[in-house]
């Protein structure tokens, strides 16, 4: 430190000095730190040098981080860009964290745009038509992905990776072996081949719910299904941005809906015990005991991670899939619900740009594919990348959907989306409270 | 077994019962972990772990995996690294604290005692927020150097460290203390021959805490330490978590490797502790 230091510096850290009690070589912390929001015209590249490193903070580690890793090693080696990663499984909360404390990554992965909202009201995220070809990114992606991460106007974050959820998984084997039809068109000719499988006397679903504190989430996706088959897209939205009220009469007659499937005597394994009791990874199990005990499992594209095996290393063999068909008298065209994780940029310099150009495009991923587990949100992306036929068939149903839709519980705020709603979900399974009870007081507890 | 102990008192047979039980009671847990991290995925997702014996699914699969990560090593050079401070620190201080509270006249000292004793309700989660920005690049930009993690660990360690010390030595004969003082010893004499050795059994019991405490703490390794190079083995087992909790399977056998280091310095200490407290006592 200089003799005679200069007055800012000495006033920024003088609060920090005095309150430890500390003395001698402070560093001069930056001055721009995670202010880069503020921006609202063009960033041309060149503005901004970069630094060379660019730090990533997501949710994901394991499988899933080696993964991801692996796409973008060619990328760093051409451009000489390091990218260092951190895998934080509570990662909602760490975010706020270390953005509230100045303290951000240069690009956040969002398993969920809430917590990317919070932070962009807050001016901390650089919205991507600042940096990025919005109508380029938009005519490449699935169509609706980008409006899950619009708020108020603008678009916040960039997909970088798709969830798949109206996914109905069979045993292959055993399934066809028993003659049930593999493409239903209606949720009413599936209740067909239930009811054939019923009278086979196997349980025609399994299903499971538990996931510690989050437990009821799975049960959120049914009702979001069905909202999207019986009433359509339009209502949908209207439900989840809460322009009509959470106890609509509509939302209520869904309840019912997904309560005849669930609580339907005999039509799912154990009963609405052991859905509570199962984690959602668990529930597949079943289908590959011998002779399986249950049919069909209703879940989205990861869960194929969590099946045996031995089953995973025939995959396209042993497992089938088709996607929840739509709802007779609904909305006719075919609807997908689903997630994705959502890069979000706090600083702007021309490193992170540039690895936000690349995350986004449909060049990304390759590498990921093929390790699998991973779908692009792109429908331009080159299928052949995917590891196995049956995660290309999960991208085409993906990509040739009429309506997509992002989980609507994720977009509805934390406390509803991520407390009541799911809490909901365990009292009504399990009979403690009925539909009009439980959705009137997630309306009553929804905030402001 | 039967008939009398070292000082000549009977056994109780109920105690001969009671505590066999007892102690397989609170091991029940781990030996369910151990056996846990020894099996696949879909076995312990099956079947329980007590039927493991009969129904087989055994593997050494989480513990190769967990191994195999390259990170493990360094992180568990970083836990020591992070730890071995974070403990002798607090412990340091507080005891010089703990001495003044107990054999010091000055004013104010019911005072600051009862501060100290009530910072230590504070929630240690409520003061991350403030902790971060001063730390962080607004503050003094240490945040994701060790340091920046023993202090915390010292911080949040002391309130506790100073009350349960003190509370020792207030017990330890002030005649001890007082017959030094007319020996002429200083304070600092008092403190380093007579007090810190007969606080030994304290100190060490709070060191076996304070390590354990530092060893598996995941917020502040996580919010302070960052992922980078510094993680510790906590840490690093979180990350081997995917999004839905793929790899769950890992933490189990992650958990045994994890527990070495602490199991070395329980009983490493565990010794000094029987010793510390048959020595500190007052002789003619």
């Known amino acids: 430190m200089e003799r005679r230091p200069r007055r800012r510096a000495v006033l920024s850290t003088a609060a920090a000095t005095a309150a430890l009690g500390m003395t001698g070589c402070l560093q001069n912390p930056d001055p721009d730190g995670g202010t880069g929001g503020a921006a609202t015209e063009r960033y041309t590249p060149g503005d901004t040098p970069g630094t060379g490193t660019v730090t990533i903070l997501g949710q994901f580690g394991g499988q899933e981080q080696e993964g991801f890793e692996a796409s973008l090693a060619a990328f760093e080696e051409d451009t000489g860009i390091t990218i260092q990663y951190t895998a934080d499984t509570d990662f909602p909360n760490t975010i706020q964290q270390r953005a509230g404390a100045g303290d951000a990554p240069d690009i956040a992965l969002f398993p969920q745009p809430g917590g990317m909202f919070d932070l962009a009201a807050k001016g901390m995220v650089v919205p991507i038509d600042v940096y990025l070809d919005y109508d380029q990114l938009a005519s490449t992606l699935i169509p609706g992905f980008l409006d899950s991460a619009r708020y108020q106007g603008r678009v916040y974050g960039a997909p970088m990776r798709m969830a798949c959820k109206s996914l109905i998984w069979y045993p292959r084997r055993a399934y066809e072996e028993a003659g049930y039809a593999t493409d239903p068109a209606t949720m009413q000719e599936l209740y067909e081949i239930t009811d054939r499988i019923r009278a086979d006397g196997i349980a025609p679903w399994s299903d499971g719910w538990a996931a510690d504190q989050a437990t009821g989430w799975v049960g959120t996706d049914w009702i979001e299904e069905f909202m999207l088959r019986v009433h359509g897209p339009v209502v949908y939205d209207d439900w989840v941005k809460h322009r009509i009220p959470f106890n609509a009469p509509e939302v209520i007659e869904v309840f019912d809906l997904v309560g005849d499937l669930l609580k339907g005597e005999g039509n799912v394994l154990g009963g609405t015990t052991s859905i509570i009791n199962t984690p959602f990874s668990e529930a597949p199990l079943a289908q590959f005991t011998d002779p399986p005990q249950a049919m069909l499992v209703r879940q989205g594209n990861f869960v194929t991670g969590f099946y045996p095996e031995d089953i995973q290393a025939n995959m396209d063999e042993e497992i089938g899939v088709y996607a929840m068909p739509t709802w007779e008298g609904g909305f006719d065209g075919q609807p997908i619900l689903g997630g994705g994780d959502l890069a979000a940029l706090f600083r702007l310099n021309d490193d992170t740009v540039a690895v936000m150009d690349f995350l986004s495009s449909d060049a990304f991923g390759g590498e990921w594919a093929g390790a699998g587990g991973w779908l692009s949100p792109h429908r331009t992306f080159d299928l052949t990348r995917y590891s196995d036929e049956i995660t290309r068939q999960v991208a085409e149903i993906a990509s040739g959907a009429q309506v997509f839709r992002y989980d609507g519980s994720d977009l509805m705020p934390t406390s509803v989306g991520g407390g009541s709603f799911w809490t909901g979900m365990v009292q009504w399974l399990q009979d403690e409270k009925t539909a009009q009870q439980v959705c009137d007081e997630i309306e009553a507890g929804w905030p402001e | ?284």
Not at chain 2, 79 to 108: C, K, Q
Not at chain 2, 112 to 117: G, K, Y
Not at chain 2, 244 to 250: S, T, V
Request: charged residues 10%; aromatic residues 10%.
């Open chain 2, 1 to 284: 077994m039967t008939g009398r102990m070292q000082d000549g008192r009977k056994r109780s047979p109920a105690a001969m019962i009671a505590m066999p039980l007892l102690a397989v009671l609170w091991t029940i847990p781990t030996l369910g972990l151990l056996v846990t991290s020894l099996r696949t995925r879909e076995a312990a997702a099956t079947t329980g772990w007590w039927t493991a014996l009969w129904e087989g699914g055994w593997t050494l699969g989480n513990y190769a995996t967990v191994l195999g990560d390259p990170s493990i090593g360094g992180s568990l050079v970083n836990s020591i690294v992070v730890a071995v401070p974070a403990t002798v620190l607090p412990i340091m201080f507080a005891a010089f604290a703990a001495y003044a509270f107990t054999f010091l006249r000055f004013r104010g000292k019911d005072v600051l005692f009862i501060m100290i004793v009530a910072v230590m309700v504070v929630p240690i989660q409520v003061a991350f927020q403030p902790m971060l920005d001063l730390l962080g690049p607004r503050g003094l930009g240490i945040n994701g150097q060790f340091v920046a993690v023993w202090m915390l660990h010292t911080g949040f360690g002391m309130p506790l460290a100073i009350y349960t010390l003190r509370n020792y030595m207030s017990t330890l004969p002030s005649s001890v203390v007082e017959s030094a003082k007319i020996d002429g010893a200083s304070h600092f004499q008092t403190f380093w021959r007579l007090v810190a050795p007969m606080s030994s059994p304290a100190i060490a019991a709070f060191a076996t805490l304070q390590f354990l405490w530092v060893w598996n703490d995941l917020l502040i390794a996580k919010l302070f330490l960052g992922g980078g190079e510094n993680t510790t083995i906590i840490v690093s087992l979180q990350q081997m978590l995917g999004t839905q909790g793929q790899g769950a399977e890992l933490l189990t056998a992650g958990a045994f490797i994890s527990m070495v280091v602490p199991m070395l310095v329980f009983f490493g200490l565990q010794r000094f502790l029987v010793r510390g407290m048959t020595a500190g006592s007052v002789k003619g």
